[in-house]
């Protein structure tokens, strides 16, 4: 179980670091400020794209994986609710 976290923010890390050391390559790039500016803008804008992306297909995912759990608790409940019928009744029999 540790790994797995060391490999969520391993990776945040990475990502953090590439943002990072891509903001410092423009800013020292030699072109003209208008264009470094423009140049990060769209840079942000495109892992800003990416980010909203990324976050629309975990929010889906979350919802058909919570759909399912409450399916299978649906399917679970009416299933014991018939065992309990089913030896209510026989303690009412005997």
């Known amino acids: 179980m ?10 945040a890390g990475l990502a953090a670091g590439a943002f990072v050391g891509t903001g410092v390559a423009l800013l020292f790039a030699p072109q003209s ?10 840079f ?15 929010v ?6 919570t759909g399912s759990k409450i399916t299978e608790v649906g399917r679970t409940l009416r ?5 309990v019928v089913k030896e209510t009744g026989k303690n009412r029999a005997a």
């Open 2 to 11: 540790a790994r797995r976290f060391v490999n969520k923010y391993s990776a």
């Open 44 to 58: 942000a804008e495109k892992v800003g794209n990416k980010a909203e992306d990324k976050l629309v297909e975990v």
């Open 33 to 42: 400020g208008r264009r470094t500016r423009r140049d990060i803008r769209l």
């Open 79 to 83: 299933a014991v609710g018939k065992c």
């Open 60 to 65: 889906n995912s979350g919802k058909e994986w």
